[in-house]
């Protein structure tokens, strides 16, 4: 081997040995970082346990605002023990009221009144130890002290002293709902009910839930026919003969089952006819009325006339929506949704002496219109 080979061969070991050197003092700095990471890692998670523990010793707090701070920490370590980790110190809890105001109180001492309640804080501390060497020094070796605080409305004490609230003892009434089909064509088997009408007993005794049974299976997968809510929209199955039942809840109890019979699907909606009738009859000859008796300029003495058009085909399936619109001839008008099969009787000014006034009934449903005028001579 020549001078020349064994120079470049020892000039490559020499440049191997440097670059060991080198990944050997790089090696510690990388390894303190990658651990510092973990450990910053590891302080977050614990800084969100920490704020899911105050929410839930909060959330006890609300409904027990005279707790004394160890039963409160009790509480706060069931849900840190859940998702703790090496590393974490002992945790305590401690709680202040404060009133709407903002300024702190005895809770024993916000009880009763009115408003909208004092608020409770709880504080939940502890102590996060490092694992990177050197890093707990800088907080005197005990590791870092971190705490979390959260707040609620206390719920069983009111602002301004004073009395509890009163004690409910009074059950609701029997309730009551109203249904439609909103679309009898093209939803036949849907439905919307609407117990907005129940009544209730005065405070404390509100209604605060609306329960429905609606005896049978939905279109909607993994529907189920018990439903809660003032309002429901609900589509069956299948057609058939349903019985609807409300149950309305308040803090003493539950009402009387309500129920209505609901037949959906086995029948169509049919255009209507509009007919009606006029009475008095005996005043009627050859379908017009020959005789009345006008009213005065001070309205009195006029003839009365009674005007029902209950006899209007398909006019009788709530769920085809049916509406009834009346004019009377002489200005008089009553209309959808109010107006009935019934109008209230009427008698006419005697300003339409000599005149004939047309008496038009126009009956609507799902299915379509119709209409019938009577005319009627007034001489």
């Not at 060497?133 to 004490?157: E, H, K, Q, R, T």
């Not at 129940?198 to 509100?206: L, W």
């Not at 009935?340 to 299915?367: C, E, K, S």
Request: net charge negative.
């Amino acid at each position: 081997m020549d001078t020349h080979t064994k120079r470049r061969i020892d000039r490559r070991h020499r440049r191997r040995g440097q670059g060991l050197v080198e990944f050997a003092l790089i090696v510690p700095v990388f390894l303190f970082f990658l651990l510092l990471a973990v450990d910053f890692g590891r302080l977050l998670f614990t800084y969100i346990q920490l704020s899911n523990t105050a929410r839930e010793a909060a959330a006890y707090a609300a409904f027990n605002p005279t707790t004394d701070d160890t039963t409160l920490t009790t509480v706060a370590l069931r849900e840190a023990n859940v998702q703790a980790q090496r590393g974490q110190g002992a945790i305590t809890a401690t709680s202040q009221c404060t009133d709407t105001a903002g300024a702190a109180l005895a809770c024993s001492a916000a009880q009763g009144g009115t408003g909208a309640g004092n608020r409770i804080e709880v504080y939940v501390d502890e102590t996060f130890t490092f694992f990177t060497p050197l890093i707990n020094d800088f907080w005197g070796g005990g590791g870092l002290p971190i705490g979390a605080s959260a707040s609620s409305a206390v719920v069983v004490y009111a602002p301004n002293g004073g009395a509890l609230p009163g004690v409910c003892n009074a059950i609701p009434p029997t309730p009551t709902f109203t249904w439609q089909s909103p679309n009898k064509i093209l939803q036949p088997l849907l439905i919307s009910v609407d117990a907005g009408a129940s009544t209730g007993q005065p405070y404390p005794c509100g209604n605060i839930g609306y329960n429905w049974d609606f005896g049978g299976a939905s279109t909607t997968p993994g529907s189920d026919y018990l439903r809660e809510g003032i309002t429901q929209d609900y589509e069956y199955a299948l057609p058939g003969i349903y019985t609807v039942t409300l149950i309305v809840t308040n803090p003493a109890g539950s009402s009387a089952p309500f129920t209505q019979t609901i037949v959906l699907g086995t029948t169509t909606c049919n255009k209507p006819t509009a007919t009606f009738t006029v009475s008095p009859a005996a005043i009627i000859k050859s379908g017009n009325i020959t005789n009345w008796q006008a009213a005065n300029n001070g309205g009195n003495g006029a003839t009365m006339f009674t005007f029902d058009g209950s006899s209007s085909a398909f006019m009788s399936d709530p769920a085809c929506h049916p509406t009834w619109e009346w004019d009377l001839g002489d200005g008089t008008t009553y209309l959808p949704p109010a107006a009935t099969a019934t109008p209230p009787t009427h008698g006419y000014a005697h300003a339409f002496a000599g005149q004939t006034v047309h008496v038009t009934l126009t009956v609507r449903n799902d299915a379509g219109n119709d209409s019938k005028t009577f005319d009627i001579p007034l001489s």
